[in-house]
């Protein structure tokens, strides 16, 4: 019995030009895709994930919601985003469904399918290699799914890497160490300014930020901001600036990139932020790739 875990992007499912658009043919095919590697792998649990694509990061652009409640009105953009990201998991959820797909769902009024994602997405980021656990009905050899899947696989949607993890392996938030990011102030232009600000930052030996407010409830206390950042550095692509962050992201020491931000001196500036990469600490259990398996890529 093997677990694999699948993720369909946002921008493959949605078409991320026009708001509230949903590909449904693509769905359909998506699933009858993986219905089909389910019909040849008896064995297989798959847990399957998605983005929200042109449903949830519309109303998140329009709100601005990645900065939290600053105005009464900011509340309506997490209520219309929760709605929206819901319309599209139930259009997810009912092509999987007419596929014939054996996929394990929550219990529950309002049943779900099965995930526990390493880190949630911000609302505004963009992911460049999520992370999740999925849980199928059936296991199937992640070498075998890995190489029938990827062949199938439609332009935008790259499956990086399929792995078996054992049932009572660690929460994979609790296994996350590190994150890396590409922050890209668009209006911004003067690369010296922001190497400075680094430098500044990066030789500084301690930090005292304000703790973040919670809702209408201000902050308490402080918090040293220096050790959580690993590294940073700066660019200038064609537009704005570039700057790449490695922060920590364990339980009681994750840093956030507009905190950093704030830090260097670009306080409510305009940003596009990706998230790169999910670096985890290694363990015998979750990040051993199976004797045999072959990790698609």
Same mark, same amino acid.
């Given at each position: 019995?093997?677990?694999?875990?699948?993720?369909?992007?946002?921008?493959?499912?949605?078409?991320?030009?026009?708001?509230?658009?949903?590909?449904?043919?693509?769905?359909?095919?998506?699933?009858?895709?993986?219905?089909?590697?389910?019909?040849?792998?008896?064995?297989?649990?798959?847990?399957?994930?998605?983005?929200?694509?042109?449903?949830?990061?519309?109303?998140?652009?329009?709100?601005?919601?990645?900065?939290?409640?600053?105005?009464?009105?900011? %509340?309506?953009?997490?209520?219309?985003?929760?709605?929206?990201?819901?319309?599209?998991?139930?259009?997810?959820?009912?092509?999987?469904?007419?596929?014939?797909?054996?996929?394990?769902?929550?219990?529950?009024?309002?049943?779900?399918?099965?995930?526990? %994602?390493?880190?949630?997405?911000?609302?505004?980021?963009?992911? &460049?290699?999520?992370?999740?656990?999925?849980?199928?009905?059936?296991?199937?050899?992640?070498?075998?799914?890995?190489?029938?899947?990827?062949?199938?696989?439609?332009?935008?949607?790259?499956?990086?890497?399929?792995?078996?993890?054992?049932?009572?392996?660690?929460?994979?938030?609790?296994?996350?160490?590190?994150?890396?990011?590409?922050?890209?102030?668009?209006?911004?232009?003067?690369? &010296?300014?922001?190497?400075?600000?680094?430098? %500044?930052?990066?030789?500084?030996?301690?930090?005292?930020?304000?703790?973040?407010?919670?809702?209408?409830?201000?902050?308490?206390?402080?918090?040293?901001?220096?050790?959580?950042?690993?590294?940073?550095?700066?660019?200038?692509?064609?537009?704005?600036?570039?700057?790449?962050?490695?922060?920590?992201?364990?339980?009681?020491?994750?840093?956030?990139?507009?905190?950093?931000?704030?830090?260097?001196?670009?306080?409510?500036?305009?940003?596009?932020?990706?998230?790169?990469?999910?670096?985890?600490?290694?363990?015998?259990?979750?990040?051993?790739?199976?004797?045999?398996?072959?990790?698609?890529?």
């Amino acid at each position: 019995m093997s677990l694999v875990f699948l993720k369909l992007g946002g921008s493959l499912i949605t078409d991320k030009s026009r708001p509230y658009t949903a590909r449904l043919e693509k769905l359909d095919d998506l699933a009858a895709q993986i219905a089909a590697a389910l019909n040849e792998n008896a064995d297989l649990r798959l847990v399957l994930g998605h983005g929200s694509g042109s449903f949830g990061h519309t109303p998140a652009s329009q709100f601005d919601t990645r900065r939290g409640v600053s105005k009464p009105e900011a %509340w309506r953009g997490f209520a219309e985003v929760w709605y929206q990201a819901s319309r599209l998991n139930r259009l997810v959820v009912e092509a999987l469904r007419r596929a014939g797909l054996p996929v394990a769902y929550s219990q529950g009024f309002n049943p779900r399918p099965r995930a526990t %994602w390493a880190a949630p997405l911000p609302l505004g980021f963009t992911g &460049e290699g999520e992370v999740a656990d999925f849980i199928m009905e059936r296991p199937v050899p992640p070498a075998e799914f890995a190489a029938r899947l990827v062949v199938q696989l439609p332009p935008g949607l790259s499956l990086l890497d399929v792995r078996a993890v054992p049932r009572k392996a660690p929460a994979l938030p609790a296994l996350l160490r590190q994150i890396r990011y590409r922050v890209v102030l668009p209006g911004q232009s003067d690369l &010296e300014r922001a190497k400075r600000e680094i430098e %500044w930052l990066m030789a500084s030996t301690n930090l005292e930020r304000p703790r973040r407010a919670k809702g209408d409830k201000p902050g308490k206390g402080t918090y040293d901001l220096r050790p959580r950042v690993v590294s940073l550095g700066a660019r200038a692509p064609d537009q704005g600036i570039e700057i790449e962050m490695l922060l920590c992201a364990g339980e009681n020491d994750t840093a956030r990139p507009e905190e950093v931000l704030d830090a260097l001196g670009y306080v409510n500036t305009p940003t596009l932020v990706t998230r790169l990469e999910l670096i985890f600490g290694e363990t015998e259990t979750h990040h051993r790739v199976t004797e045999g398996t072959e990790i698609a890529h």
